[in-house]
């Protein structure tokens, strides 16, 4: 009956919707961070101390506010939605708090197309996948139905005020009964069962967001396909999708309900602790016995828990400070559910598959039109026959001939209407390629080509955004480089360097050319090679040299000396020598300044009464600019030369000097 699969878990994804306004205005702290790449949610406590360590918890994917509903869809839900239209059975549960976004992920905004959720997401999956099908006849229905304070409504039934009971059966398990289903034969009717069913889920509801907060909606599609096996056999396989909104998690006591809404809080706990007990029971490993039956949710559900399904669990937290106890709870709940382990297999002929009757059916209809149509070929040819009969005995089988006329005229009818129901009977089996009127390939595929073409263009856009803030980067830098050149570069100099530049074309760079004495953009004049002479300026005594003796000392050319090259020393510091004080003394005497010498003129005067005259010429003052050096040290002794008066004329004598 079925092909069996290893064991899966449930997948289990975390999102944290963005701040709302209300949370935004009152400037609550965000204590929820999203590592999306490594799947992974912080929460730290907005009470706590700077020390205490923040709440990590680690999930399959993790969704941050700006995560797209289409992201989600084809990250997570779409290879599950795929699998049901193999013949797995999937499941997709919201849970969370009420207010985090659980009707946002499964409804979304119906009329947005970028903020649809999964329910109006998978329709087109599916639609699309039908049509692009081959050799498949696939058929479609829904259920829409809402579990509330523990009763089973029928949001497709006329009569809302029914309540549905759970029945099962040995062989295919857990089911509602009455529960009507609609054949959906493209993605507006189905969408109209959807419509249809929201409508009377806020019927008789005074509050619609309390009730939905209260109240778990499942969402059924059941896909049939037929498909002709290896076997030569027709098979049909059978997935069915639920998408499923849980009531809000929060703890309903806590609104201080009482008397009827008490009531109602504890048969709302009753799914939903029902659900985490079935979670406990199925993570715990020793429990033998799973409380599918303490509720309603659970018992339906039972398969995606544990069961021949694949379940995807979304758990919808909010990131503001004063909810962190809730999202908390909804963190862990969520986590233990990651170790729940599923064994899914493809649903291959059922017994109920509903696909095989209408296939029987349509079968049956078409044989009974075949002889309908014999049977009337015949009557035909007997009127025919009569017709000749009619000469002999007009008047006597007239009658007869009208009432054969008016059967045969019932007999088409009755065939028309079988071949009218034989059509829409097979109307409702979809099949792939152009049969499908609303949903032909070609559509699909210029849909494809032109959400592609979208695609690329607002590649192009981004692509032209991007180009276009470089651009402005660059002016702006042109602008700030302008204005330095006009401002600080003398006009002489710039207009130097402007005639120096020039595009490099190999490389696209801007570049200067060298400096050179010439004008007119030639290159630096460079040293003919056939030009005569050195190249260096050189003495004459140089070129004679070089040209007498092969002294390396006047190869100038070809020689290229980088250092000085520094001899070694060969001379001594200066040491004074040794002199005897007295001499020494002397020394000092006559290396004086003469403007110091004190000449004692008197007694002079006395002794040698001379003409004025010639008195002047002998003590005249002798040149200033005589030499200091110690070569005229022996002056003092030319001192003694004789006069003209014969008297060596000596300087008085002012002692030692002090060593
Ligand atoms: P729930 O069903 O869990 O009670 P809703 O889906 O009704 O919560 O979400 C409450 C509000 O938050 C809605 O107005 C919805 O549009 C908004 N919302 C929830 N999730 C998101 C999201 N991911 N991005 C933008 N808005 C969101
Ligand atoms: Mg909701």
Known sequence: MSKSKSSESVKVVVRCRPMNEKEKAANFERVVSVDVKFGQVVVKNPRGTAHEHPKVFTFDSVYDSNSKQVELYDETFRPLVDSVLLGFNGTIFAYGQTGTGKTYTMEGVRNDPEKRGVIPNSFDHIFTHISRSQNQQYLVRASYLEIYQEEIRDLLSKDQARRLELKERPDTGVYVKDLSSFVTKSVKEIEHVMNVGNQNRSVGATNMNEHSSRSHAIFVITIECSELGLDGENHIRVGKLNLVDLAGSERQTKTGAQGERLKEATKINLSLSALGNVISALVDGRSTHIPYRDSKLTRLLQDSLGGNARTVMVANIGPASYNVEETLTTLRYSNRAKNIKNKPRINEDPKDALLREFQEEIARLKEQLEKRSEKLEKERKAIMEDHSLVAEEKLKLLREKEKKMDDLKREREAAEMLAAKVKAMESKLLVGGKNIVDHTNEQQKILEQKRHEIAEQEEHIKERQELEQTQNELTRELKLKH?????????????????????????????????????????????????????????????????????????????????????????????????????????????????????????????????????????????SSRPKTGKKASTPTSATSPSSSGHPLYPQSRGLVPK
């Open 483 to 623: 204005l330095i050149i006009e401002n600080f570069i003398p006009l002489e100099e710039k207009n130097k360097i402007m005639n120096r530049t020039f595009l490099d074309e190999e490389n696209d760079h801007w570049k200067l050319r060298p400096i050179t004495r010439i004008e007119d953009n030639q290159q630096m004049m460079t040293r003919p090679v056939s030009a005569v002479g050195y190249k260096r300026p050189l003495s004459q005594h140089a070129r004679t040299a070089m040209t007498m003796r092969p002294d390396v000392r006047y190869r100038a050319e070809n020689i290229l000396l980088l250092e000085l090259d520094l001899p070694t020393r060969t001379t001594k510091e200066y040491e004074e020598p040794v002199i005897a004080p007295k001499v020494a003394a002397a020394l000092e005497d006559a290396l004086r300044d003469e403007d110091e010498i004190q000449v004692d003129a008197s007694s002079f005067h006395s002794s040698l009464p001379t003409p004025p005259g010639a008195c002047v010429s002998t003590i005249k003052k002798p040149k």
